[in-house]
């Protein structure tokens, strides 16, 4: 270690980087350690493509509605998961690691503000969604027979859908980061619940061939308006014979998943620590 | 003269009124449930001064030294740090301040150069990336990833990380973990060079050694409480206490403890007619010293 070079000058005038500009430092980093680490790799790029490939070749021939294959219902129930997967699953594994390993510690103690950390996990998400649903729909068109939407008002509802569900499920799943008690056990508490609401909201099964109990169930939840709308882009509007509505409820949707994003605003202001539980 | 209501004899030995403090700590206290883990700390740290707090495991430094980070919150007490509250301190304090924690197992996936260059963002007025790696002897490394450098080595990228954003304050928590002994030496090194441009440092470390060598003053501190607090030539009285003298007499070794080991050398050199066979002064070391207090301090309160 050469110590010749090393000089302290008198702290200048200059300002410490505003939150926006740190914001995009850290989507730049985040994106960086994601996309070297093979485990994230796993979970959110190849799984689902594995999920749909499985599910594709065992029920996807099967008609469950006037034209409709299973393959095609799953393919836009995944591209809901999709969104929930990159988010909420995503974060609730990777902030709990992330405080074991030292990384908020370390960042605590740099001149940044959480509003920052927060921008760049936001970042991470949006990019890691379009990578994947980019992924399952070239799969899904390629093999399953999903087409894309011909209309602007369809790519519309895709947009929105993903924007709610995203904000929402990012936001949820920050919170969510402080209930397992370590990063090693955090995939033990998080992937059964994403499972369990994939299970009851429509994207394993048809969501109208689910008892009632479970219906109503899911419906407190993001993740079945979630597939729904998801549902109104990829399938002709003729499958809206096989919702239990009869139709899309494109509003109750919007209405659901912005409600979401409140709740999971309020919980991650209150319940969000960069500490682990007794350490500050 | 004082500023600590310390009694006479006292092993606190304060600094001058009107020194110009870095930080400056009055009747700390915080409790984890029953648990006192600081119980009444009283620490002063002079502007430029390198400072070692020693202590054994469990004895309130890392509570004391998170407070001072601003990383934990107190219960009760006076705390300043570079002139400010830690528990109300904004982001333009926090960037004067350079934190190096104990372990961490982060940055894995990043190299040497990345992560330094990221943490380089966050700073004001950064130092050049380059010369950081550089002067923690890191440069052959730039472009190892975290996860492939030694332990040694992460430590390096560690203070690397504390010393770019051109720290006034620079807490090292037990630093040379990990270093072989010719890594030691050059970040012994590189500590003085960060002391000769004027930072001041609050290092944490179980190595007496490193203590003596890099330190102005040493504060012991034990079961939540600063118990000695001087110069390490002069802790726990080291400098007024007796030296023995060791050597050999016939076929027999022989030790003496004296005020006057010089006088008592002359002599034996004048008996034994020239070289005295085995010979050795030994004085305490401050490693002596620290443990005699930590003993002395649990035999009080025991």
């Given at each position: 270690?050469?110590?010749?070079?090393?000089t302290r000058e008198p702290a200048g005038a200059a300002s410490v980087p505003g939150p926006l500009a740190l914001g995009l430092r850290r989507i730049r980093i985040e994106l960086k350690v994601f996309f070297r680490d093979r485990n994230?790799?796993?979970?959110?790029?190849?799984?689902?493509?594995?999920?749909?490939?499985?599910?594709?070749?065992?029920?996807?021939?099967?008609?469950?509605?006037?034209?409709?294959?299973?393959?095609?219902?799953?393919?836009?129930?995944?591209?809901?998961?999709?969104?929930?997967?990159?988010?909420?699953?995503?974060?609730?594994?990777?902030?709990?690691?992330?405080?074991?390993?030292?990384?908020?510690?370390?960042?605590?103690?740099?001149?940044?503000?959480?509003?920052?950390?927060?921008?760049?996990?936001?970042?991470?998400?949006?990019?890691?969604?379009?990578?994947?649903?980019?992924?399952?729909?070239?799969?899904?068109?390629?093999?399953?027979?999903?087409?894309?939407?011909?209309?602007?008002?369809?790519?519309?509802?895709?947009?929105?859908?993903?924007?709610?569900?995203?904000?929402?499920?990012?936001?949820?799943?920050?919170?969510?980061?402080?209930?397992?008690?370590?990063?090693?056990?955090?995939?033990?508490?998080?992937?059964?619940?994403?499972?369990?609401?994939?299970?009851?909201?429509?994207?394993?099964?048809?969501?109208?061939?689910?008892?009632?109990?479970?219906?109503?169930?899911?419906?407190?939840?993001?993740?079945?308006?979630l597939t729904q709308a998801m549902r109104s882009v990829f399938l002709p509007d003729s499958a809206q014979s096989i919702e239990v509505a009869g139709q899309w409820e494109l509003g109750r949707c919007a209405a659901m998943l912005a409600?979401?994003?409140?709740?999971?605003?309020?919980?991650?202001?209150?319940?969000?620590?960069?500490?682990?539980?007794?350490?500050? | 003269?004082?500023?600590?209501?310390?009694?006479?004899?006292?092993?606190?030995?304060?600094?001058?009124?009107?020194?110009?403090?870095?930080?400056?700590?009055?009747?700390?206290?915080?409790?984890?449930?029953?648990?006192?883990?600081?119980?009444?700390?009283?620490?002063?740290?002079?502007?430029?001064?390198?400072?070692?707090?020693?202590?054994?495991?469990?004895?309130?430094?890392?509570?004391?030294?998170?407070?001072?980070?601003?990383?934990?919150?107190?219960?009760?007490?006076?705390?300043?740090?570079?002139?400010?509250?830690?528990?109300?301190?904004?982001?333009?304090?926090?960037?004067?301040?350079?934190?190096?924690?104990?372990?961490?197992?982060?940055?894995?996936?990043?190299?040497?150069?990345?992560?330094?260059?990221?943490?380089?963002?966050?700073?004001?007025?950064?130092?050049?990336?380059?010369?950081?790696?550089?002067?923690?002897?890191?440069?052959?490394?730039?472009?190892?990833?975290?996860?492939?450098?030694?332990?040694?080595?992460?430590?390096?990228?560690?203070?690397?990380?504390?010393?770019?954003?051109?720290?006034?304050?620079?807490?090292?928590?037990?630093?040379?973990?990990?270093?072989?002994?010719?890594?030691?030496?050059?970040?012994?090194?590189?500590?003085?060079?960060?002391?000769?441009?004027?930072?001041?440092?609050?290092?944490?470390?179980?190595?007496?050694?490193?203590?003596?060598?890099?330190?102005?003053?040493?504060?012991?501190?034990?079961?939540?409480?600063?118990?000695?607090?001087?110069?390490?030539?002069?802790?726990?009285?080291?400098?007024?206490?007796?030296?023995?003298?060791?050597?050999?007499?016939?076929?027999?070794?022989?030790?003496?403890?004296?005020?006057?080991?010089?006088?008592?050398?002359?002599?034996?050199?004048?008996?034994?007619?020239?070289?005295?066979?085995?010979?050795?002064?030994?004085?305490?070391?401050?490693?002596?010293?620290?443990?005699?207090?930590?003993d002395h301090d649990s035999e009080e309160t025991s």
């Amino acid at each position: 270690m050469s110590t010749s070079t090393l000089t302290r000058e008198p702290a200048g005038a200059a300002s410490v980087p505003g939150p926006l500009a740190l914001g995009l430092r850290r989507i730049r980093i985040e994106l960086k350690v994601f996309f070297r680490d093979r485990n994230s790799a796993v979970w959110n790029f190849a799984l689902p493509v594995l999920l749909l490939v499985i599910f594709g070749a065992v029920f996807g021939s099967q008609d469950i509605g006037p034209g409709i294959t299973f393959a095609q219902y799953f393919v836009a129930g995944m591209i809901a998961s999709g969104v929930v997967y990159t988010s909420f699953q995503n974060l609730a594994i990777a902030i709990p690691m992330e405080r074991d390993d030292g990384t908020l510690k370390r960042l605590q103690g740099v001149p940044m503000p959480k509003v920052s950390y927060f921008i760049g996990k936001i970042g991470l998400v949006f990019v890691a969604y379009v990578a994947q649903v980019t992924l399952l729909i070239i799969v899904g068109v390629a093999f399953y027979h999903l087409h894309l939407p011909s209309d602007l008002g369809r790519w519309f509802t895709f947009v929105w859908a993903s924007v709610l569900g995203l904000v929402a499920c990012t936001l949820c799943g920050i919170a969510f980061s402080v209930v397992p008690k370590n990063g090693k056990g955090a995939s033990a508490v998080v992937s059964p619940i994403v499972l369990v609401l994939q299970f009851t909201s429509g994207v394993f099964f048809v969501f109208s061939q689910l008892p009632h109990w479970m219906q109503i169930f899911a419906s407190i939840f993001p993740l079945k308006w979630l597939t729904q709308a998801m549902r109104s882009v990829f399938l002709p509007d003729s499958a809206q014979s096989i919702e239990v509505a009869g139709q899309w409820e494109l509003g109750r949707c919007a209405a659901m998943l912005a409600l979401w994003c409140v709740i999971g605003l309020v919980m991650s202001l209150v319940f969000f620590r960069w500490n682990k539980r007794g350490q500050n | 003269m004082t500023t600590t209501t310390s009694d006479p004899g006292s092993l606190l030995v304060p600094v001058p009124e009107d020194a110009d403090l870095a930080v400056r700590v009055r009747g700390l206290r915080r409790a984890y449930g029953d648990t006192k883990a600081v119980d009444g700390v009283d620490l002063d740290i002079v502007r430029g001064e390198v400072l070692a707090l020693l202590g054994p495991n469990g004895a309130g430094k890392t509570t004391t030294t998170e407070i001072l980070e601003g990383y934990r919150h107190r219960d009760a007490g006076e705390v300043t740090v570079l002139g400010i509250d830690p528990a109300k301190g904004d982001r333009t304090w926090r960037s004067r301040l350079g934190i190096v924690l104990q372990t961490a197992s982060d940055l894995g996936d990043l190299s040497v150069e990345e992560s330094v260059t990221h943490f380089a963002g966050y700073y004001p007025d950064p130092r050049p990336v380059g010369e950081v790696i550089d002067a923690v002897g890191l440069s052959e490394k730039r472009t190892a990833k975290g996860f492939d450098l030694s332990g040694g080595q992460r430590r390096r990228l560690d203070v690397a990380l504390g010393l770019i954003g051109n720290p006034e304050l620079l807490f090292l928590d037990e630093p040379t973990t990990g270093f072989d002994p010719e890594a030691r030496r050059e970040f012994w090194d590189l500590i003085r060079g960060l002391r000769g441009a004027g930072t001041t440092i609050l290092l944490t470390t179980h190595y007496l050694d490193e203590a003596e060598v890099l330190a102005d003053r040493v504060a012991v501190i034990a079961r939540g409480r600063v118990i000695a607090c001087d110069v390490p030539q002069r802790l726990g009285g080291r400098d007024e206490s007796l030296a023995t003298v060791f050597w050999r007499e016939g076929e027999e070794d022989r030790s003496q403890s004296t005020h006057e080991p010089t006088r008592l050398v002359a002599d034996l050199a004048q008996r034994l007619g020239g070289e005295v066979p085995a010979l050795a002064v030994h004085r305490p070391s401050l490693e002596d010293i620290y443990l005699s207090l930590i003993d002395h301090d649990s035999e009080e309160t025991s």
